[in-house]
């Protein structure tokens, strides 16, 4: 069996951890995707739930109740969204309570391939106390946990619609 078709590198930019992965998949695909905030617990599997309390009028979401799993236990949390179309970037911070600290952005741009590059920065802290998340990768790489299972979800069924 073929390994994975994407490729990702690691690096600190101003001392802030920065994902960058390579996609055989359209950009404006991709964004659509990570940005269907209904989704994400079918791709980002130490998300149990997504509930959408508010949407744009492009009806995507813009808060999001989450339901985490943690190593012994579930942890919840509200995200706030917003959305640059132009450069196909979605950014997120966390409101209120569940975590210290949650916030990143995601941004796909276009290669001459016809794939796309996705960066994704991700800074979170979960409150003090509390297990850590489910998977020990999540607490030692949660960036590059993510960029991972995202990438996965996109190669796995190369003809996920755009529902």
């Known amino acids: 069996m073929p ?13 802030e ?5 390579t996609l055989h998949r359209p950009a404006d695909h991709c964004y659509r995707l990570f940005c269907d905030a209904d989704r994400i617990p079918e791709w ?3 998300v149990d739930t997504a509930i959408v309390q508010e949407r744009d009028e492009s009806n995507r979401a813009l808060r999001v109740d989450f339901m985490g799993a943690l190593e012994r236990a579930s942890i919840g ?12 970037r979605v950014s997120w911070h966390h409101e209120g309570r ?11 741009i276009s290669l001459p391939d016809g794939g796309c590059q996705l960066e994704y920065r991700l800074d979170t802290r979960i409150t003090e106390g509390l297990p850590p998340w489910a998977d020990e990768l999540y607490r030692t790489r949660p960036a590059e946990s993510v ?3 995202f990438c ?4 796995r069924d190369a003809d996920i619609d755009d529902r």
């Open 77 to 88: 949390y509200t995200l706030r969204y917003a959305y640059s179309d132009d450069e196909r």
């Open 17 to 21: 951890v920065v994902v960058n992965a």
């Open 147 to 149: 960029v991972i299972d």
């Open 98 to 108: 569940g975590v210290e600290q949650l916030f990143g952005s995601a941004r796909f």
């Open 44 to 46: 980002l599997w130490v």
């Open 152 to 155: 996965e979800y996109v190669e």
């Open 3 to 15: 390994g994975p078709r994407f490729q990702i590198l690691t690096t600190e930019q101003d001392g």
